[in-house]
């Protein structure tokens, strides 16, 4: 309840961008869809953009354009919604794909990334992800990737990690 009301209040201003924060947490499935889908017309009918930070994968499907995927508070890929789903580039965004369980698959066990997140406020020197990442080699643990272009500069889709530099 208290999430509508919040957000009824930032809708309330008419603003050209609204920034909604984990604005689905803790909804059940029906509220849940029934705010996106608010959401959306409100979208359609003023123009406004929306910012969605969120760990749900599913409302990013139904919700956004483009996605930045970002790890440890550093953007790790960026894309549309269509290319990173179908061609996750980055090794963090493809174990976020593997993460995301699907009904179509008989699986006794969900896929998680190994290890744990680093605390923020003590960050590993390279890049963050390298401790948990099945493709780091010797590069990834000292210095910060480059943003790599993934094919055609018109699909916007970019990502930063030595593995798609080396290439």
């Known amino acids: 309840m208290r999430q509508r009301v919040v957000g009824a209040i930032a809708i309330a201003g008419s603003p050209q961008v609204l920034i909604a924060d984990e604005a689905t947490t803790s909804l059940d499935a029906t509220i849940q869809y029934q705010y996106l889908e608010l959401l959306k017309e409100l979208q359609r009918d003023t123009g406004m953009a929306i910012i969605f930070i969120t760990h749900d994968m599913g409302v990013v499907a139904k919700m956004c354009d483009r996605v930045a995927v970002m790890y440890a508070g550093k953007v ?18 493809e174990a976020l794909m593997k993460s995301v369980p699907n009904v179509e698959e008989d699986v006794e066990m969900l896929y998680a990334i190994e290890g744990q997140p680093p605390a923020l406020d003590n960050l590993p020197a390279g890049c963050t992800f390298a401790p948990r990442c099945q493709y780091a080699f ?26 798609l530099s080396e290439n």
Do not use: L
Not at 76 to 93: G, L, S
Not at 139 to 159: L, M, N, W, Y
């Open 76 to 93: 790790a890929e960026i894309a549309d919604v269509r290319d990173m789903f179908n061609n996750p580039q980055h090794p963090y965004t």
């Open 138 to 163: 010797d590069k990834c643990q000292v210095e910060f990737p480059d943003i790599v272009q993934i094919g055609d500069a018109s699909k916007r889709h970019t990502a930063t990690c030595w593995k």
